[in-house]
């Protein structure tokens, strides 16, 4: 039984749940490591392939720090179990948020979380079988003669795991854009007049977030403006944006509810006008009529009694001066 004291306290309650939904995280990750870790050399093998099977005959991979044989395949399971643990890391984190979203955006979050999974994992996966044998083909190709290639091993799994990171990002831009259309920040109509600066951006990211070459840098920049594309496509079936639906019920005329009260206010002032050959009794300006239904304290203000007890309203003489 949940103590009652935590009723009061939303926002313990709220830092529980977190705390269980991150412990669940790590145990998922823990899980995938404790299987990844013993097959971590073999991982690494594979994923070196790319780059090992392009070098020339008496080249190998290298190891230039004491500690790179056993670090870098633990790195490598280590980042592995992340990356697979990634739906349930969302799941958790879906779960946590979803009980302050409304219907229709609990309906809208459900498929943009699976479409990002997978996006991110098609990114992976482009950068691996469509980028890594191009990159790496141009690379030892390009080097003066002479020069041996022998990677090192450290060395090799940051730059693939760098990329693996851009790539699996830069798919997101469909999800990405059609947000920013249902949430109202930007419209189709502003997004497509942007084309030649999004163009442009996409080579901008390109250069900083890949080796500095030109065929990774446009095979990054192509396939993120091409999913720009595909994100203004799909805003399509997503309907207007809330904020957009919200003001067009705002402004609507309010005939139906307002009509009624003017009538009656209307009525109610056209009744209460005096009708023709009627006084107003509040109507200070009308002339007063001398009639038998004055008041006698009206009468008698009217007409003082005198002064001097005679039939004369004057006063007495003044005595005489001395």
């Known amino acids: 039984m949940s103590d009652p004291s935590l009723n009061d306290q939303p926002l313990i309650v709220h830092l529980i749940e977190l705390r269980d939904r991150l412990i669940r995280i790590l145990v998922v990750i823990l899980f995938f490591f404790l299987g990844f870790i013993a097959f971590a050399n073999d991982l690494y093998a594979y994923l070196a392939n790319p780059l090992q099977s392009l070098l020339p005959e008496g080249a190998s991979m290298i190891a230039t720090q004491v500690a790179s044989p056993f670090l870098a395949p633990f790195k490598l399971a280590f980042y592995l179990s992340v990356y697979c643990g990634a739906p349930m890391i969302l799941y958790q984190l879906w779960g946590f948020v979803a009980p302050g979203l409304y219907d229709n955006e609990k309906k809208l979050a459900g498929p943009l979380l699976i479409s990002s999974i997978i996006l991110f994992y098609a990114g992976m996966a482009f950068a691996y079988f469509a980028v890594f044998p191009l990159v790496f083909g141009f690379f030892t190709t390009i080097g003066p003669t002479g020069v041996t290639v022998m990677t090192d091993i450290d060395a090799y799994l940051s730059f693939v795991l760098k990329l ?21 920040i930007a419209s189709p109509q502003s997004l497509k007049s942007k084309r030649p600066y ?8 390109g250069m900083l977030v890949t080796p500095p070459d030109v065929i990774s840098q446009t095979l990054l920049a ?8 595909v994100g203004l496509i799909g805003s399509r079936f997503l309907g207007q ?49 001398n009639g038998e239904t004055d008041s006698p304290i009206i009468e008698e203000l009217d007409n003082p009694e005198p ?7 004057v006063g007495p003489s003044k005595p005489p001066s001395t």
């Open 307 to 313: 002064l001097d007890g005679h039939d004369s309203d």
């Open 241 to 289: 944006p809330k904020s957009k639906t919200d003001d067009d019920v705002d402004d609507g005329p309010p005939e139906a509810s307002e009509s009624p009260a003017g009538a009656t206010v209307t009525n109610e002032v056209i009744e209460d006008e005096p009708k023709d050959g009627e006084m107003d009794e509040f109507d200070l300006y009308a002339p007063v009529e």
């Open 164 to 184: 693996f990171l851009a790539f699996g990002l830069a798919f997101e831009i469909p999800v990405a854009t059609m947000l920013l259309i249902k949430a109202g």
């Open 222 to 229: 192509v396939p993120m403006w091409l999913l720009f594309e």
């Open 198 to 205: 999004v163009f442009i951006g996409c080579f901008v990211v």
